[in-house]
């Protein structure tokens, strides 16, 4: 117990935390705020399974994320049957082209020695097969956009409940990295964080381009829930009745009963909202717990010790018998296919699908602050470090707001300076965000709660 | 006739586009190079510095602009940037003193090194963001065209334009003499060769004598410049807009790596291969085949490799490319 203080001490600071935003702004905003800490948790257990255990380093993060959000399209929309009739089999066509050019190409690899006809003949391969695959898929892609654009214009889905778009976006962020690990796991560190930055950027021009599969800029809406809707909810017995027993107290203050069926009214909306969130966080909570559980019973097995020898000397592991490149490559697809479940959760959180979103900045840079800042190695500290950034991410305006308004007491509300000022209060995150960072690496480079090692 | 005319096509829509935007692309490659091969980290922050020298310019411009001063047909931002590049080194010499100077001393690993780079990029993007705003800009003033498309039809009697923006004819004038001088300074002069021996070995270097807190000081002081011209060249002829500039990074990644990473000419040629795949994979040649083909064989679509929503792919394919076959880079950099 004592040797975990710290631990307990950090977390109860970061709950005391959002309460007090949930006392002083609203629960709503708290709740909000403690749903995507939640989220940016399970990416910052992806990102530290790969950075902390093996010491791989993944700027491709918002590619992975945007393929769970992929998948949470993909599995929960109803299909267009049109766009099937009009445009499917060109597409599935299309697919089993794309399959056989990658079984033959791994046919020459395998049965033919290295040498440059074969590298002549394997691209002659590629560059024909592509141009064959435009030639079929083109009229199908163009007959699916055409479907009723302005609502559809793509295949759609396969209508399952978008739960099991969580499992999918794994298997979706973990076919990825198994590509991507093939290809640039060799690298060196620095390169591969280049090489998967820049991987990232062709998978979300992917994304946002390709219509036919994702609807591209114009964004899916309305995803199903796994939540009840907020206007259901105020319409039900037992959920009024709830509301009304919470706030009884405030309740009988009012006399009048009209006003007071207003009041009520006002707190069945707020409630309703509430309840939402709850049961979002409900979820996402036991996602967290289920995968700290398995992270940590990992750290300790002795798989989790075998990576950190591999992190640590890689040469001394390979000597004594590790495979090297086979573990790497295994927990690449691991970590990748965590930050796939929680682009899953986001999206389902949002019940929205924009591609346009998927920005470096928030989606690969800020999740990294997140490892290097809770500390690298600890799942307990990179859950933390999500709490701490995704918290500062959000309050960093207010906070902004409040040291401008104090170090400019002295102007006039109208003087230029101020103004300016306080118009760019929303940038003040990127420097709080940076000068964590620098601080922090500086003076505590393992991390707010460092990696421990306890040899049982 | 068909044949000039489809020649001035492509001259007009695909290579004088391209030596422009590779000539910007090459420059901030070999300030990722310089960077890499000297201070030996990928810095992350490349495209917010070069966002941070171009804000400077702008406000010198601006401030030029209030007071009356021009260069006639020439942009005013040409003016601005000696005193841009000043304060640029400035900036760069107090960033490398409270960040970047303890990690070298402790020789830390390249991988923290960049990952305070990423600290360094947040830093600069709120700072540039709080002083000048997110929004587009554009600074440019001065003679627009060189050449406008409906001069040369006159002069010409083609029927296909040639348009010559003043700001490529500037971006390409600029680069040919900033490269050449960078790389008779490298190769000819004491300083430039003691450079190179630095990130050739530094051990080696340190020994025979080569101080290394000035071969530093020099390598900022060289990438302040570069920064600098590479980011106003670029907002001059595009438009200035902070998050713009963070996406250049990756295509300048790209190009640096392409061409050898630590290669200061292959950088410069590896800007220029980056820009030229680019645009002639995404340029729809219907109209030069209409030219050339005869009339009973003209294309019905467009006959575009790839869309032009793929531009950036393109060049991050190369790039996966290269790094498979020859991890060195197309000219040998260092060894991956």
């Known amino acids: 117990m004592r040797k975990n203080l710290n631990v307990i001490a950090a977390y109860s600071i970061m709950m005391g935390l959002i309460i007090l935003v949930g006392i002083f702004q609203s629960w709503n905003i708290a709740l909000s705020i403690f749903n995507l800490c939640l989220i940016s948790a399970v990416m910052t257990m992806g990102a530290n399974i790969q950075w902390g255990y093996a010491g791989l380093i993944n700027f491709g993060i918002m590619g992975f994320t945007a393929l769970g959000g992929l998948a949470a399209v993909l599995i929960s929309v109803n299909p267009v049957q049109e766009a099937w009739s009009v445009g499917g089999t060109n597409i599935l066509l299309s697919l089993f082209l794309i399959i056989g050019i990658v079984l033959v190409v791994r046919f020459v690899l395998k049965k033919y020695q290295k040498s440059k006809i074969r590298s002549y003949a394997i691209s002659t391969i590629i560059i024909s097969g592509i141009i064959i695959i435009r030639f079929v898929s083109e009229p199908g892609i163009e007959a699916i956009e055409e479907v009723n654009p302005a609502k559809t214009g793509f295949l759609g889905g396969i209508g399952l409940p978008i739960i099991f778009s969580w499992i999918a976006g794994a298997f979706f962020a973990g076919g990825l990295a198994f590509v991507i690990g093939k290809v640039a796991l060799g690298l060196r560190a620095d390169y591969l964080a280049i090489a998967t930055l820049l991987i990232s950027e062709i998978v979300i021009a992917i994304i946002k381009h390709e219509d036919w599969l994702t609807r591209g800029v114009k964004n899916v809406i309305g995803l199903k829930r796994p939540a009840p809707y907020e206007v259901n909810l105020q319409e039900t017995d037992w959920f009024i009745n709830l509301v009304e027993k919470f706030n009884s107290g405030n309740l009988a203050l009012i006399s009048d009963i009209n006003e007071r069926q207003a009041a009520l009214n006002q707190f069945v909306i707020e409630g309703s909202s509430i309840f939402v969130k709850l049961c979002y966080s409900g979820l996402f909570l036991v996602v967290v717990i289920i995968l700290l559980i398995l992270t940590q019973k990992a750290l300790y097995s002795p798989w989790g010790r075998m990576m950190r020898a591999i992190r640590d000397n890689e040469e001394a592991a390979n000597a004594m018998g590790k495979n090297v490149v086979k573990q790497h490559l295994l927990i690449f697809v691991l970590g990748s296919a965590i930050v796939g479940i929680a682009g899953a959760m986001l999206v389902t959180q949002d019940g929205l699908f924009t591609p346009g979103s998927y920005r470096p900045l928030r989606y690969t840079f800020l999740i990294w602050v997140m490892v290097i800042v809770g500390g690298s190695g600890n799942n307990f500290g990179a859950i933390l470090g999500g709490f701490v950034v995704w918290f500062l991410w959000i309050e960093a305006a207010p906070i902004g707001l409040y040291l401008v308004n104090l170090t400019t007491a002295g102007l006039e509300d109208t003087h230029f300076l101020k103004v300016h000022l306080i118009e760019s209060v929303p940038y003040f995150r990127f420097l709080m965000m940076g000068i964590g960072l620098l601080l922090i690496m500086r003076y505590r480079p393992k991390g707010i709660l460092p990696e421990k090692i306890e040899i049982k | 006739m068909d044949f000039l005319n489809a020649i001035i096509l492509l001259l007009n829509y695909i290579f004088v586009p391209a030596l422009t935007y590779g000539s910007q692309l090459a420059i901030g490659a070999i300030f990722v190079t310089l960077i890499y091969g000297i201070l030996r980290f990928a810095n992350f922050a490349t495209g917010d510095m070069m966002s941070f020298g171009t804000m400077v310019a702008i406000l010198f411009t601006w401030y030029f602009q209030s007071i009356g001063l021009s260069l006639g047909f020439l942009p ?261």
């Open chain 2, 76 to 336: 005013t931002a040409l003016l601005a940037i000696p005193f841009a590049i000043l304060f640029m080194t400035l900036y760069m010499l107090i960033i490398d003193k409270f960040v970047f100077k303890y990690y070298r001393l402790n020789k830390s690993p390249p991988v923290q090194l960049a990952m305070v780079s990423i600290g360094v990029m947040f830093v600069t993007q709120a700072v540039v963001r709080i002083i000048i705003g997110p929004s587009d800009r554009r600074f440019f003033d001065g003679e627009k065209f060189l050449m406008r498309a409906n001069e040369f039809k006159e002069m010409t009697g083609l029927n296909e334009g040639l348009a010559i923006k003043s700001t490529q004819v500037i971006t390409i004038v600029v680069t040919i003499i900033l490269v050449s001088t960078l790389f008779w300074f490298l190769n000819m002069t004491k300083t430039g060769k003691s450079m190179r021996a630095y990130s050739d070995n530094e051990d080696l270097a340190l020994l025979s004598g080569i101080d290394p807190k000035k071969i530093v000081m020099i390598t900022w002081m060289i990438a302040a410049i570069l920064a600098t011209i590479g980011g106003v060249l670029y907002g001059l002829d595009k438009s200035f807009k902070p998050f713009t500039y963070f996406n250049n990074m990756l295509p300048i990644f790209a190009a640096a790596i392409v061409g050898g990473i630590g290669n200061p000419f292959g950088a410069f040629l590896g800007g220029y291969v980056i820009a030229f795949s680019e645009i002639l994979l995404t340029y729809a040649y219907k109209k030069f085949f209409m030219y050339v083909l005869p009339e009973s064989m003209e294309p019905d679509s467009l006959i575009q490799l790839l869309s032009t929503d793929y531009k950036f792919a393109v060049s991050f394919s190369i790039l996966v490319i290269v790094l498979l076959y020859r991890p060195s880079g197309i000219f040998k950099g260092k060894i991956l």
